[in-house]
């Protein structure tokens, strides 16, 4: 019932758009319809503009997306409620990278819209597709996957800042789930693996648990997580995976195997741990890795073979803040995210390493 009203509410949504002032259908709607509608027809009004001029017609587009930022940008300014407040944020965080995009698409000249600069972005399209909700549905598509959005309801939550990083890893993690396979995310603290994982959740509409991992967890835990992953169709992120015992991996990995058999084989129903569960076959499951640090083991080759594995770097943090700052309205988030950033980092390299000192990106998101 609950993915029956958030479809239907966008596909009113969708009807709306083009007859109301873009200020006007933010602020009058659902934050997950207003996400999920404005991206709908971002893709389309770009596709239509590759097709109609070519590269002429994108950078066209682009002076009217600024045209559009900038409205945002005032309209975040004005009395609001915090609901429309945490919408608008959201948005605009949305629009920055929306921007990027097609100044990069500019940039490469791009003048098709098979080009590998424009399908490598998540696009999203309301087609006909019979399925129990209704007979149309919104589909999100990335280079050759293509993933139906899910409808689960999130309410009026934040956005991740999409840095170029954050692109590859969704690049990266899209891939897996179209050869049914799971994501894995490695590397230092604080790059934001286990939040990208979060986002792509939210960008596709999906519930996702994050489940912090420890030497104590056996695998009959994981047999009843998993059942209730593949009956409700949610993604699960089991953060610092690698630090269950090597005994209890290896038995992960063989119950992993058979859920990722019964996706790839279409069953409805499959026998799981001595029972049979309903699956729902858009369920994932997603690891992260801190490699190298004490205590934590490494992967038996078996359960690598069930993930696509991403290298996660140190992301930009003026970006980051830059973004963050312009979503709240402030007029010149650049200077303001440099001051920021240079704070932060004199205070990491001056102050002692204690707690309350973590990495750069959560004081700044804090903030």
Not at 45 to 72: F, I, P, R, T
Not at 112 to 141: A, C, M, N
Not at 315 to 331: C, H, Q, T
Request: with cysteine; hydrophobic share 40%.
């Amino acid at each position: 019932m609950m993915r029956r009203s958030v479809r239907h509410e966008t596909h009113k949504g969708i009807d709306a758009y083009p007859q109301m002032k873009r200020g006007d259908f933010v602020l009058t709607h659902a934050a997950m319809v207003v996400l999920a509608v404005t991206q709908h027809f971002w893709t389309l009004e770009v596709e239509a503009s590759l097709n109609e001029s070519g590269a002429a017609g994108v950078a066209s587009y682009y002076e009217k997306m600024l045209g559009q930022l900038k409205e945002l940008s005032v309209l975040v300014r004005q009395p609001l409620s915090k609901l429309q407040s945490k919408t608008l944020s959201a948005l605009i965080v949305m629009e920055v990278h929306a921007r990027d995009v097609i100044e990069k698409l500019v940039k490469a000249k791009v003048s098709k819209t098979t080009d590998f600069e424009w399908i490598s972005q998540l696009r999203y399209y309301w087609e006909e597709k019979q399925t129990d909700l209704g007979p149309t549905h919104l589909l999100v598509r990335m280079v050759q996957c293509t993933f139906p959005y899910g409808y689960e309801y999130l309410g009026a939550s934040s956005r991740l800042v999409v840095t170029p990083l954050t692109d590859r890893c969704y690049m990266t993690l899209m891939g897996a789930l179209h050869i049914k396979l799971g994501g894995a995310p490695a590397g230092p603290a604080g790059t934001g693996k286990t939040e990208s994982v979060k986002d792509l959740a939210k960008a596709l509409a999906k519930q996702c648990v994050v489940f912090n991992c420890s030497d104590g967890l056996d695998y009959k835990a994981m047999g009843k997580f998993f059942k209730g992953l593949c009956t409700a169709g949610a993604w699960a992120c089991f953060d610092e995976f690698n630090r269950i015992d090597i005994e209890v991996l290896s038995v992960i990995a063989q119950q992993m195997l058979n859920i990722q058999n019964a996706i790839m084989g279409n069953k409805e129903v499959f026998e799981f741990e001595g029972s049979m569960v309903r699956l729902d076959p858009t369920t994932s499951t997603f690891i992260t890795m801190n490699p190298g640090y004490a205590g934590r083991t490494e992967l038996p080759d078996n359960l690598k073979a069930l993930f696509r594995p991403m290298a996660m770097m140190v992301p930009d943090y003026a970006l980051i803040a830059e973004i963050r700052l312009f979503s709240f309205g402030f007029d010149a988030p650049k200077q303001l995210a440099g001051k920021l950033v240079s704070t932060f980092r004199l205070s990491s390299e001056q102050l002692s390493s204690q707690d309350h000192y973590g990495n750069p990106t959560q004081p700044i998101c804090s903030l």
